[in-house]
């Protein structure tokens, strides 16, 4: 499996998404995390809110009769929504969200701690009291971010001391403004427009790891564009370079995100160990410079 960078620590490129960890019965869960930890997939990302906590529970629970070292997994989890009711980034939610995470994941500490949505109502000093509490206890040890633009992140760095280490924002071909308003530059064009304060040049210069989250979906979990006749172009050019690799489509994607020099980590949401192993397939294909500019073309973007 091909590794990126996280804070200075080598993780797979390919992270394990568990939103859907429920979804499945127990002998399924254990196999799909067996099948993920043998394909070099050791990296879990959880958050508190998936399955109302139960993914976090169900996952504690199959990893504990599975008896897998500690050691040989990277877990991360996210904090800071309150469903249907508010962020929350006060220093007591926080860290009574950690505690909620290591007790349903049974384990005395996470790799890395996320905050999940910009919280308006943050003061970075209470972050930063959260954030040092944590660290301290040896309960977290690495922070980042999730859909967070720079001068968010510049603001939780007034008072926070430890490095953010990733921000996770949603990125596929046909979610790519991050990537459009740099090439569209100094256009009147809608690609221009940057709706997230050109996050991608900042992560790259401040070493902060982007992951990227819902890659196969288009919109906000309106679907999944591969297969759908809504992006026929897009499918026919990703199935042509799908064949010229001997890879599935999910694959060619996996390539595509992988493929920037951004040196992106890419969240994967499947339950199904085989679409895993397909996507993990891409991690290990070097896409073209042309082949990647046609994915992106087919996908709608324009190239001035």
Not at 223 to 251: C, T
Not at 266 to 289: F, Q
């Amino acid at each position: 499996m091909k590794q990126v960078k996280l804070g200075g620590v080598s993780v797979p490129a390919v992270a394990v998404g568990c939103m859907r960890m429920n979804g499945s019965d127990k002998e399924g869960r254990k196999r799909f995390i067996a099948a993920a930890m043998d394909g070099g997939m050791n990296f879990f990302d959880h958050a508190d809110i998936y399955g109302g906590g139960t993914c976090e529970t169900l996952f504690g629970e199959a990893v504990k009769e599975m008896k897998i070292p500690r050691d040989k997994m990277f877990l991360q989890s996210k904090c800071g929504i309150v469903p249907g009711k508010m962020f929350d980034f006060s220093e007591r939610h926080i860290t009574e969200s950690v505690e909620g995470s290591l007790r349903r994941l049974g384990t005395d500490h996470l790799d890395c701690l996320i905050l999940h949505r910009p919280d308006t109502l943050a003061e970075p000093e209470e972050v930063a009291a959260a954030f040092d509490k944590l660290e301290k206890a040896g309960k977290v040890r690495m922070f980042g971010v999730s859909n967070m633009h720079p001068a968010q992140i510049e603001l939780l760095k007034s008072a926070v001391r430890q490095p953010i280490v990733c921000d996770q924002l949603q990125f596929s071909p046909v979610h790519a403004s991050m990537i459009s308003c740099g090439i569209e530059a100094n256009m009147q064009t809608g690609g221009a427009v940057s709706r997230d304060g050109y996050v991608l040049e900042y992560c790259r210069l401040h070493g902060v790891t982007i992951q990227a989250w819902s890659p196969y979906q288009y919109g906000f979990f309106e679907g999944v564009y591969l297969k759908n006749d809504k992006f026929s172009e897009l499918n026919k050019v990703i199935g042509e370079i799908g064949e010229k690799y001997g890879i599935e489509d999910v694959a060619v994607v996996a390539a595509w995100i992988l493929r920037h020099p951004a040196g992106m980590q890419m969240v994967t949401g499947t339950m199904n160990e085989k679409r895993l192993a397909a996507i993990a397939a891409g991690a290990s294909v070097v896409m073209t410079r042309e082949e990647w500019y046609r994915i992106y073309i087919a996908a709608g973007h324009i190239l001035p």
